[in-house]
């Protein structure tokens, strides 16, 4: 079993459009972050949910629009899709907020706008 | 604010020779520091991880990493590197504050000839 899966693996779409990657974590953790790893592989938080309260926001678009049902679930909404939002989506959890716990990393969205 | 400085962004050695990813943190505080292993196409995962405890830190499949304060180095070894250690490698630093948030370097990419 996947402990930290996301979907769609691959994601190509046009600018303006608005999509949604999803993310589920079998590991029964409180805590799930969303990072954005750009075309230079740097890797930065987005967003950080603790037991589905918002904790971390960085300094990101509001076109990007976290969304925690559950804390087994964070998904992100984007907006008005533009080019610079092309990169890859990582979703990752760790057990808790506390500083220094192992994050778990699921495999990547690859989004391209067009 | 805390950093790291991955002071490579390719490696190049030959299986069965040691490896050296250097990394240099910048912290105001006593940091804790990571190493995370990204093979192509799939998500991150932890090597090792640095918390005031030991300051030599050993890690998944043969990796070790050394915090010395004084030159503020986190290095990450291996004595005899493995086809399958080719991967992209992250020195990772957790800030201080609310939260676990993680603070990716940017990358050393690991090469292993035959």
């Known amino acids: 079993d996947t402990a930290v899966s996301q979907t769609p693996k691959y994601l190509v779409t046009q600018m303006g459009n608005d999509k949604s990657i999803k993310c589920e974590q079998n590991?029964?953790?409180?805590?799930m972050y969303w990072y954005k790893q750009d075309s230079k592989k740097f890797l930065k938080i987005m967003f950080s949910?603790?037991?589905?309260?918002?904790?971390i926001n960085e300094t990101v678009p509001n076109r990007f629009s976290p969304k925690s049902p559950d804390k087994a679930h964070l998904n992100l909404h984007i907006n008005s899709l533009e080019l610079g939002d092309s990169a890859v989506y990582f979703c990752a959890s760790s057990a808790s907020r506390v500083k220094d716990t192992e994050a778990f990393f699921g495999q990547g969205t690859r989004l391209t706008v067009v | 604010a805390q950093s790291v400085t991955q002071l490579d962004s390719h490696v190049s050695v030959s299986e069965g020779t040691p490896v050296l990813l250097r990394c240099n943190y910048s912290?105001?505080?006593?940091?804790?520091l990571f190493w995370y292993v990204q093979h192509p196409n799939k998500g991150l995962q932890l090597l090792l991880k640095?918390?005031?405890?030991?300051?030599l830190v050993k890690g998944i499949n043969g990796f070790e990493a050394e915090f010395k304060k004084s030159e503020t180095s986190f290095h990450l070894t291996k004595p005899s590197a493995h086809m399958s250690d080719a991967a992209e490698y992250f020195c990772v630093v957790t800030t201080q504050g609310y939260g676990n948030k993680l603070v990716f370097g940017a990358g050393t990419i690991l090469r292993v000839k035959s």
């Open positions: 640095y918390t005031s405890a030991a300051t």
């Open positions: 912290s105001s505080y006593s940091p804790s």
């Open positions: 590991l029964g953790h409180d805590t």
């Open positions: 949910y603790n037991n589905k309260e918002l904790i």
